[in-house]
């Protein structure tokens, strides 16, 4: 951002004054400045922090200083042009994210986009998108919810690009993507927990079975693999509900949701907490030098007239409006630590660069984006609904425009340096 030239101004019987305020004074108040917007950083009274500005084409602009845009802050607005692609696109769209492909009766839900309050965003281009990750490698580090975006983002770059499946193991949950003409490779590493866990029960992971978290331990499933990648996404969420054992330097410290006796009784929310602290010391110290780690944050669930297990379902056909709802409890609490821990990363000043795709608040938006019923699961379980992943296409497709946003502004940025130096 350009600053005016302010000593050109000053009148010359009042350049020593003027000097003592440059000197002294506005250091101080600057600091000061500094401070308080740290701390109200972290306000939950009105709004979600916002994280990230990208300058908007038609910004006006005023004394040379150019204007910025939030585009994480808006509203979903009609689109009736409706999405990128189609259930029928050449792209894998897991059956219990094919929302069409099992009969859902409404369409609407695709007709919509997102709207920033102070500028347009850009509509998603597959092209562009190609040449910007050109020669490098992007991994979806988390759960089920990240190959969600990975998915979403393979099928938007299919009117440019068909990959080619190099994936070196047969779980999908593992898949990896080459695009030759670009040499770029997508590839999801899963990783519910981000830290190293174990099932406890001898019977085996079921939706509420008892594992162990270690919670200063990565799990090596990304840990092993990430160095290679250029751009690294990672996000977790739903997996921290389950009852867990916690365990720090080998020896078990506390529990959540467990029967044991003698044993201190911590809350999701501390897991939560130390495992995204976990995994942003490994990626500051394993991630590659200069590597780009965006943390997507928390991806709401929309479950009404009962929990997942107890007849809940997300029946509503389109996006509520921001009267309507707002980021509290348990998600406000989730968002927060993921934003608290994210700064204490940056404050760290590792070799990597930090950058947010805060999705929260457009997503706490969008009950009317989930499967529900009309997506089914590998074991055919379509009794209970899905209110946690997202249709494809549909309003996860958002992710990936914001996410072209975020790699266009690291190349100006860095093409900036690079004419300066």
Known sequence: MKKASLAAEVPNGKIRAFETFRNIILPILTTLILIAFSVSSYSTSNSLLQSFTFSSNNASTSMGIERRCDIFKGNWVPYP???????KSKCVIEDRQNCMKFG????????WR????????????AGRFLEVVRGKTLAFVGDSVARNQMQSLVCLLASVADPVDVSYVTNTKF??????????????LWSPHLVKSRDVDPNGTSANSLMSLYLDEPDSAWAD????????????AQWFFRPFLYHKRGRLIGCHKCTQ??????????GYRMAFRTAFKTLSRIAKPRGLVILRTFSPSHFENGDWDKGGNCVRTKPFVKSEVKVEGYVLEMYLIQIQEFRAAQRRRGTVKLRLLDTTEAMILRPDGHPNHYGHWAYQNITVADCVHWCLPGPVDTWNQ?????????????????NHN
Request: glycine share 2%; hydrophobic share 35%; charged share 30%.
């Open 114 to 125: 997102w709207q920033p309050d102070e500028c347009d965003l850009p509509m998603f281009d």
């Open 402 to 418: 914001l996410l072209l946003q975020i790699l266009k502004t690291e190349e100006d940025e860095l093409k900036h340096l690079l």
């Open 261 to 270: 006796t003698n044993t201190t009784k911590l809350t999701n929310f501390f």
């Open 104 to 111: 859902r009766p409404d369409s609407e839900f695709m007709k």
């Open 225 to 236: 693999h990430v160095q290679e990648a250029d751009i690294v996404i990672i996000s977790a």
């Open 81 to 87: 042009e409706g999405p990128y692609y189609t259930n």
């Open 175 to 188: 898949r990896r993507w080459l695009y030759k003409d670009y040499n770029f490779t997508i590839q999801a």
